[in-house]
């Protein structure tokens, strides 16, 4: 989770409520089912202590959305009565999590969003593409349309036919150009990731050479799919892509933690201890997280002022801090200093559910 893009929860006055549940929209009771939801959460709310006034503003943010299209979760969190932050998350959670706390909860939305980096997805023949880019505010489709006269070859010979040939191969060339423009801007627009295209095979070939060299780098190609018809199997493969490379980041930031673990001085800490020491510091650059299960931890007014005791918080000038959970405290005053947060998975088991690599030491 870029941090960037929630640190203007840092400077809103709690409590909060943290919702994040599954709004998929993919059957006939799909707006029943959403019904129920909301009764749920309102409920929770209600029994959690919540102002009627921020109960409000949710239930009015999660109706007047338009709906998914098929598998979504989504994540609000809310004070004041007032919505700060409403996000579409890249899969449903797996059970309707609500929270009414001193602090916003932010591990569901880092778990489901960090599968999804903002990226371009093109669809392109010889006339012009669709390109729809992906990022946390949402999705959004432009259409490229470039001249369709003449782009296909045609039999025979003579001086004709080769003019014709000339005028056609020139007219594609234009449209490639005007669709990789396009393509260019969109992911720059975004600041995306992975660029993906699809299409016809001979056009997708082209067009990924007339990509300026920074988005050439992160365009990979994929088979199928056409503008003339909706794909499935171009979802299908996109999500793929998508997870691949979200498990080989996961595996990438394990190696780094456990090499930075193995040196002397290296750049990493885990535990609490140690993770709350180095976010006091804004020394943490990414926040892992684990199972940190109802740990908790004493805090200061600043969402940096974290430790384990008291002892830690009176060093900071916070005579008398206050407790709350770790997962809520950490995440918060991670995002407060810049840093990214990352759930972890199996494949990294950390002490006390937290871990941290580090700016500098």
């Avoid at 996000?87 to 939305?109: D, F, G, K, Q």
């Avoid at 193995?262 to 990493?268: T, Y």
Wanted: aromatic share 2%; proline share 6%.
């Amino acid at each position: 989770m870029d941090a960037h893009a929630f640190g203007e929860l840092t400077s809103a006055h709690g409590p909060f409520a943290s919702v994040h549940f599954d709004d998929s929209h993919h059957s006939e009771d799909s707006d029943k089912q959403l019904r129920l939801r909301i009764k749920e959460i309102t409920t929770a709310l209600a029994d959690q202590g919540a102002d009627a006034e921020t109960v409000d503003a949710l239930v009015r943010a999660i109706e007047d959305a338009p709906p998914p299209v098929g598998e979504s979760g989504r994540s609000l969190i809310a004070a004041q009565g007032t919505v700060l932050l409403d996000h579409r998350l890249t899969a449903p959670p797996p059970e309707l999590i609500v929270r009414y706390s001193a602090l916003p909860y932010l591990v569901p939305l880092a778990s489901h969003e960090a599968e999804w980096p903002p990226h371009v997805v093109v669809v392109a023949d010889s006339v012009g593409a669709e390109i729809t880019r992906h990022s946390r505010h949402g999705t959004h489709t432009e259409t490229v349309s470039g001249s369709d006269h003449p782009v296909h070859t045609v039999r025979g010979g003579g001086t004709a036919h080769k003019d014709l040939q000339n005028r056609t191969e020139e007219t594609a060339k234009q449209n490639l150009a005007k669709i990789a423009d396009a393509v260019g801007k969109a992911a720059g627009r975004i600041g995306a990731e992975i660029v993906v295209l699809a299409g016809e095979v001979q056009t997708r070939s082209a067009l990924q050479d007339l990509l300026p060299e920074s988005v050439r780098r992160i365009t990979t190609t994929v088979e199928g799919s056409s503008r003339t018809e909706s794909s499935d199997e171009l979802g299908s493969q996109v999500t793929e892509l998508l997870l691949s490379r979200h498990l080989t980041d996961l595996d990438d930031l394990a190696e780094r933690f456990r090499a930075e673990t193995g040196r002397e001085s290296g750049l990493a800490v885990s535990g609490l201890t140690g993770v709350t020491a180095a976010l006091s510091e804004a020394s943490v650059a990414t926040l892992l997280i684990g199972e940190p299960g109802d740990a908790v931890v004493f805090t200061g007014p600043e969402p940096a002022q974290v430790g384990t005791d008291g002892t830690r918080l009176d060093a900071l000038g916070v005579p008398e801090p206050s407790r709350h959970r770790a997962d809520e405290a950490l995440p918060y005053a991670a995002v407060a200093t810049g840093a990214d947060v990352v759930v972890m998975d199996e494949r990294l088991p950390l002490p006390d559910g937290f871990g941290a690599i580090l700016r500098h030491s």
